[in-house]
């Protein structure tokens, strides 16, 4: 079973610019998860679907940041305009469904250096 | 709200050496607690899961346990490996049960031969 895959895997911009992740998730998993990892940090969930709709975006920085999943398979998240706080790994994680016991499965991550 | 904190930040063993990792939560009310190994470029990998009604669960020379009314999980890494050497991360998922996962900042361990 193909895992959670993420492109780009690396990706350096300057501030000000814009910058998009893509993520596709396990085949079948109708739940799909963005996670923001600054260095030294853990994760932080910036918004979860449930098929193509928004389940929890309370802490996705909506002024800069989104989010989509079309039909209810991949996912893209967008950054425009990029600023030096934004640098971090955007882990994509993906479930059968949200609730327990189904657990979630993470991508490798894309990292994003803003300078 | 949920806070989830890790200790120490990081770690450094020799080989063979039995190593305990804490974690420590602020609302018990949780419906979940996993742990999670990271590698350098990669993906988290789950390592346990405790549901909140269980104590500890084991898994080759991995013991979790979970005491939900002190706010408090270890896990239990024994006679450590180079191989072992990574970021272990707790989570837990709140009584809402939305598949929301909130992560302590992560212990850095480092095995040495």
């Known amino acids: 079973e193909a895992g959670v895959a993420q492109s780009p895997r690396y990706k350096i911009i300057e501030k000000r610019q814009s910058v998009a992740f893509w993520c596709n998730p396990i085949?079948?998993?109708?739940?799909l998860y963005w996670y923001q990892q600054i260095l030294g940090q853990g994760p932080k969930l910036l918004i979860q679907?449930?098929?193509?709709?928004?389940?929890?975006d309370s802490q996705l920085p909506k002024d800069r940041f989104s989010a989509e999943r079309l039909k209810g398979v991949d996912s893209t998240l967008k950054i425009q305009p990029a600023k030096l706080e934004d640098s971090a790994v955007y882990l994509c994680?993906?479930?059968?469904?949200?609730?327990?016991?189904?657990?979630?499965?993470f991508g490798p991550g894309t990292r994003l250096t803003v300078t | 709200k949920q806070e989830v904190t890790q200790i120490p930040a990081a770690l450094s063993v020799p080989e063979g050496e039995n190593l305990v990792l804490n974690c420590s939560f602020t609302?018990?009310?949780?419906?979940?607690l996993q742990w999670f190994r990271q590698d350098p470029g990669k993906g988290l990998t789950s390592l346990l899961l405790?549901?909140?009604?269980?104590r500890e669960q084991t898994s080759g020379r991995l013991n979790a346990s979970l005491d939900k009314s002190s706010g408090r999980s270890t896990l239990y890494i024994a006679a450590s490996q180079p191989g072992d050497s990574a970021t272990y991360l707790c989570?837990?998922?709140?009584?809402?049960?939305?598949?929301?996962?909130?992560f302590g900042q992560g212990t850095t361990l480092q095995v040495k031969p």
């Open positions: 994680a993906s479930s059968l469904v949200a609730t327990s016991p189904y657990e979630q499965y």
């Open positions: 085949s079948g998993h109708a739940t």
């Open positions: 679907f449930q098929n193509n709709g928004v389940v929890d």
């Open positions: 609302d018990s009310a949780i419906y979940n």
């Open positions: 405790i549901q909140s009604s269980q």
């Open positions: 989570a837990v998922r709140g009584s809402g049960n939305t598949g929301k996962l909130i």
